[in-house]
C-alpha cells in the first residue's frame, strides 16, 4: 500500500489527462470533493486550467482553502493550480492563497511574443531538488499559458525563458508548484508526477 | 529561445480508425489511431492533430471514445478536429481529456462560435483550422476540406478570429497540400508577422528541406503534415536532428 496523493477536485477544468497519467504511473490517487476527506491522504495535487480568478472562487466555494493553506503534507499546483498559490492575478485582479508572496502576470505586449505560451520550452533548474530528481537540466515541458509567476531567487525551482524568465517550478516549504503541464510532458513530465508521489 | 518548434503528425480518422495506410514497422494494427499516436509520440512528435472525418450519426461517440483512450495512454498533447459545431460537443471533448479543438467551417458559419468557446474553455483551448486557397490573385477561405470557396480574404479571417479568441491557427493552403513542392511560405510569413497567436502550417510537406524552410523563411511555431510522417518517408528523429544542425530549435 503506497502513499496516495488526493486530487483536490474544485470543479477546475478537465483531468482527466492528469488521472490517466497517474494511473500510467502506478501512482494511487483518489478524489477530494470537501474538506472532510483531506486526511484520508498523504499529499495533494491543485490542478487547474482556465481562469486564476474563477478557479480561486470556485475554491472557495468548496470550502477546502483553510485545509489548504494549513496542511504540512506535500502539495503540487499544475498550471493555474500553482499559479493559485501566490498572492494575486492580474487575471481578474484576483486575490489568491498567498502561500508565497509572488505575482501572476500577464505577458507584456511588449514582450513581442506570442500569447498563449504554447509548447515545449527548455526548463533550467535553479537549485537541485527532489521534484527533478533524475531530470536532466534543459529539458522540455509543454507549456500552454497566458499568465507566469516572476522569476524570484528565493522560490524559483526552476525557470523557463521566453520573452522574460518566469518560474516553472516553485517551492515554499512544503508547497511546489509547476506551470508546465506534467501529464501532457512525455517521459520528464511523468517522472515529475513520480518524484512528487515518493516525497 | 525555450520554446521549441513543434513537429505534428495529423491523423484523419473515420469511424474510430485512422484512414491513410500507415508502413510503420512493429504496428500490430496500422489503422488504429491510439497504437499510432503512441508511436509518434515515441518518435518524438510534439503534439498530435486527430481529424474525425466520420459522417454517421455515431461520430461523437467514436469521437469521445478515441480521445479517452488516446489521453489514456499518449503522454504528449493533442488536437480534435472535425464535427465540432457547438459548446456541448467541445465540453464533452474537454472532459474527455482532449487539449484542443480545432474548428474550421463551424467558425465560418457562425464567427460568435470561436468567442463563445474561448470564454467558456480559455482560448488556449481553441484552434481555430484555416483552409484556403489563391483565386485570382486572392487568398480565400475555403469551407468542407477546400471544395466550397468563400469570398471571405483569409488574412482578415485569421486576424477576425484571433480578435474573437482563437487561442492558436492552423493554416493549410490547398494550392501547395497533397503536392508535396514545400509549403506555402510566402502566405505563412505574411499570416504570420500579422499575428501575436502561434501558427501551425500546413500543406506541402514532401521532405526535411521543406521543414527546414518553413520554420527559418516564416517563422511559424509549429509545421504539420501527415502522408511523409505515415508511409514512413520522413522519419521523425531525423527530421529533428536535420533541424538541430541547421540551428532550428527542437525537442529531443
Known sequence: EGKKTGIISYGAGNIFSLTAALERQNIPFGMI??????????RYII????????????????????????????VLGICVGMQLLTDFSEEGNAHLLSIAPLRTRHFDETLQIKVPHTGWNKVCSQFENELFNDIKDGTYFYFVHSYFIEFN??????????????????????????QFHPEKSGEAGEKILKNFSEL | GGLAKRIIPCL??????TV????????????????????YSQQGADELVFLDITATHERRKTMVELVKAVARQVNIPFTIGGGINE???????????????????????SPELVNELANAFGKQFVVVAVDTKNINGKNLVHLNGGRIPTD???????????????????????????????????????INDSISIPLIASGGAGSEQHFIDV??????????????FHYGEILIPDLKAKLKKENIEVRF
Open chain 2, 152 to 190: 471571405i480574404e483569409t488574412k482578415k479571417w485569421i486576424k477576425e478570429v484571433e480578435e474573437r479568441g482563437a487561442g492558436e491557427i492552423l493554416l493549410t493552403s490547398m494550392d501547395h497540400d497533397g503536392t508535396k513542392g514545400g509549403f506555402d511560405n510566402t502566405l505563412l510569413k505574411k
Open chain 1, 153 to 178: 531567487p528565493t522560490f524559483t525551482l526552476a525557470f523557463a525563458d521566453y520573452g522574460v524568465k518566469f518560474s516553472a517550478a516553485l517551492k515554499k516549504n512544503n508547497f511546489y508548484g509547476v
Open chain 2, 20 to 39: 491513410k495506410g500507415v508502413n510503420f514497422v512493429d504496428l500490430r494494427d496500422a489503422g488504429d489511431p491510439v497504437e499510432l499516436a503512441w508511436q
Open chain 1, 47 to 74: 490542478p487547474g486550467v482556465g481562469h486564476a480568478g474563477a478557479a480561486m472562487q470556485k475554491l472557495e466555494e468548496s470550502r477546502m482553502i483553510e485545509k489548504i493553506k494549513s496542511t504540512s503534507k506535500p
Open chain 2, 87 to 109: 459548446i456541448a460537443d467541445a465540453d464533452i471533448l474537454l472532459n474527455a481529456g482532449a487539449d484542443k479543438i480545432s474548428i474550421n467551417s463551424a467558425a465560418v458559419r
Open chain 2, 215 to 228: 520554420f527559418k523563411l516564416t517563422n511559424v511555431d509549429a509545421a504539420l503534415a501527415a502522408s511523409v
Open chain 1, 33 to 42: 470533493y470537501s474538506p472532510e476527506e483531506f486526511d484520508q491522504y498523504d
Open chain 2, 12 to 17: 484523419d480518422v473515420k469511424d474510430g480508425r
